[in-house]
């Protein structure tokens, strides 16, 4: 399809290349984010929360900002919702009591035991279009990309 105005060719190439990035991800957090919340009753960003907790132990919360790459505000709320349904609790580091560590209860850790797998099986499948080789460059393209922007 022609694009629809006239632009230099490296704003065309570039902004071509955005669409198709941000429909591949629509694309995938279109068949992943239904089954794992209709599955585990989670959100992306729970699940975020609880990989993290699982994988790294307890963490501050904005630690946990850095790790799932949200703002303090939306890791709070979310941190909220899971702390009432007792997948995490929240405790005051002992060394600076401003600071809420946030770790996994008994029930959090059932949860992403259960939940993790499921949803990596999922995205290796959905991913397995691309070959080993492929994989690997869309991943160091998305680091370069990032890097380059954060």
């Known amino acids: 399809m022609p694009a629809l105005y006239d632009r230099p060719e490296v704003e065309v190439r570039a902004l071509n290349a955005f669409v198709k990035l941000m429909r591949s991800t629509s694309a995938l957090q279109g068949a992943l984010l239904p089954a794992l919340q209709k599955e585990f009753g989670l959100t992306e960003s729970q699940l975020g929360v609880l ?3 699982y994988h790294l132990g307890p963490l501050s919360q904005s630690d946990i900002c850095q790790k799932i790459l949200r703002g303090g505000s ?19 580091n002992e060394a600076d009591r401003r600071v ?6 008994d029930a959090g850790r059932t949860l ?4 993790f797998p499921v949803h990596a099986a999922r995205i290796s499948r959905l991913m397995s279009v691309l070959d080993e080789k492929e994989q690997r ?7 370069k990309l990032g890097s380059s922007i954060s």
Do not use: F
């Open 74 to 92: 939306n890791v709070t709320t979310v941190v909220d919702n899971l702390e009432r349904a007792h997948l995490v609790r929240r405790t005051r």
């Open 100 to 105: 809420q560590i946030v770790q996994l209860t």
């Open 137 to 143: 460059e869309l991943g160091r393209l998305c680091k």
């Open 112 to 115: 992403i035991a259960r939940a």
């Open 51 to 53: 990989e993290s907790l």
